[in-house]
Structures are given as structure tokens and as C-alpha cells.
């Protein structure tokens, strides 16, 4: 069964923290995505990994993926209250371009 | 360009009652999904398509249909509604090829009392 796991699938963590959220995989990939939603509206993609050791950032938010380990990490550097949202990963399964999502993690960052 | 757009945002049905939710795309993308979201939890794919004409069930089909007649369109029906069908249901579309992620609707947010 083709399956993605975050993890945690909560965190609320202080202003200023580092921190980081990991999705792992059970099928053979190489395409992962890292998604953002807010509460109550639609999601908005942050990160496209395309390979093994792949790592994109953009601003606190460092994504990296090993295909090998089939695991992907998202990583909060001095985590600030506007990145509060829930993050999903979701893989690539090389199938008419369907995605197949993790549960997401809810992430509550306090000042 | 709009992007993909869903209509309506709100919608409260009777058990029992049908619906349309509409989902436009003015990107030329030929995939196109249909996800539905219930409270605290991932997506999953009820329909999706790869191209005009061609539909194909995903995950979770049981109560809906879909149509593609032309690339920009995939509506999603909803047959005798039932209270498991209340969720927040997401349109999205991607174009061919590696790594462009898609696009999403803003979403649909159906309750069926």
C-alpha cells in the first residue's frame, strides 16, 4: 500500500525555535512536493524536489530530499508567528501526475 | 490568468439533494483532480482526469460522477447527498510533465444536513 507519513502531525513551538518536520515514503520516488495551507483557504505550493539531495529554500523553510532513505525533512530555522499553517508533503507516483498526500502537519508557532 | 477557479464557495444541501461543484481552469492544463478534505485531515482524490473525455475514479468515488468535455471544465456531481459527503472539496490541475506541482481551487466548503 503506497503510504506518506508526517510527522509530528502537531507541533507548537516558540518564536525564535528550530525545528523540523519529516515525511516519509513507501513507494520508489523521486518527486516530492511540500504544500502550505491556512486556516479555512486553499493550498499554495512551496517546494518542488525533483532528486536525490534536492534542497530548495526560501526564507525559514529549508526542504531536502533523500530517495534512498525515501524520506523528505522541512526545517524551520527562528521560527516566526507567520509561519504558522499546516504543511502537507505529498510524493509523486509517476501516474497520470497523481500526488499522494500525507496528513499534514499542523504547526502553531507562539510569540 | 485566473487559474482554477470553484464555484460556489459555500453550500449547505438537504440529505438527499444533488449538486454540481464547477471547476475551471484557464491554464490549458490537460490533468485536472477532484480532492475532498474533511476536518483536520489530508486530501483525498475522488476523480481525476488527463484529459477531455477521459475520467478516472480515485481513491474515495462512491456517491460522486464527473465529466470532462472540454479541457477547461471538470465538474463534480453529487448524486441523494449524503451527511458523510460534508467536507471541503478542492479542483486542482497541473500541465504535463516533471515537477510543476499543481494548482488549487480555493475550495468548496459543502455541508449536507
Known amino acids: 500500500e503506497l503510504k506518506v507519513e508526517q510527522n509530528p502531525l502537531f507541533l507548537s513551538m516558540q518564536e525564535g525555535k528550530n525545528y523540523t518536520i519529516y515525511c516519509n515514503y513507501s513507494t520508489t520516488s523521486d518527486r516530492l512536493y511540500w504544500y502550505r495551507q491556512d486556516p479555512g483557504k486553499s493550498l499554495e505550493s512551496l517546494f518542488v524536489?525533483?532528486?536525490n539531495g534536492a534542497v530548495k529554500q526560501e526564507g525559514r523553510l529549508m526542504a531536502s530530499l533523500d530517495t534512498k532513505a525515501r524520506l523528505s525533512t522541512l526545517h524551520i530555522t527562528a521560527a516566526v508567528h507567520d509561519l504558522s499553517a499546516t504543511y502537507f508533503c505529498a510524493v509523486d507516483i509517476d501516474r497520470n501526475y497523481q500526488l499522494i498526500w500525507g496528513a499534514g502537519t499542523k504547526l502553531i508557532i507562539k510569540p | 490568468n485566473a487559474g482554477v477557479t470553484q464555484t460556489p464557495k459555500f453550500r449547505i444541501l438537504k440529505i438527499g439533494q444533488s449538486m454540481t461543484l464547477q471547476c475551471t481552469q484557464d491554464?490549458?492544463?490537460?490533468?485536472m483532480y477532484w480532492y475532498r478534505q474533511d476536518p483536520g485531515m489530508g486530501l483525498k482524490l475522488i476523480y481525476y482526469?488527463?484529459?477531455?473525455?477521459?475520467?478516472d475514479k480515485g481513491e474515495v468515488p462512491n456517491g460522486y460522477n464527473v465529466s470532462r468535455s472540454t479541457t477547461e471544465d471538470f465538474p463534480l456531481r453529487l448524486e441523494l447527498a449524503a451527511p458523510s459527503q460534508t467536507s471541503v472539496y478542492f479542483c486542482?490541475?497541473?500541465?504535463?510533465?516533471?515537477?510543476?506541482?499543481?494548482?488549487f481551487g480555493s475550495g468548496t466548503r459543502l455541508t449536507v444536513v
Open positions: 491554464m490549458n492544463h490537460n490533468y
Open positions: 524536489l525533483l532528486s
Open positions: 482526469s488527463v484529459g477531455a473525455g477521459i475520467t
Open positions: 486542482a490541475s497541473t500541465r504535463q510533465g516533471v515537477g510543476y506541482g499543481y494548482t
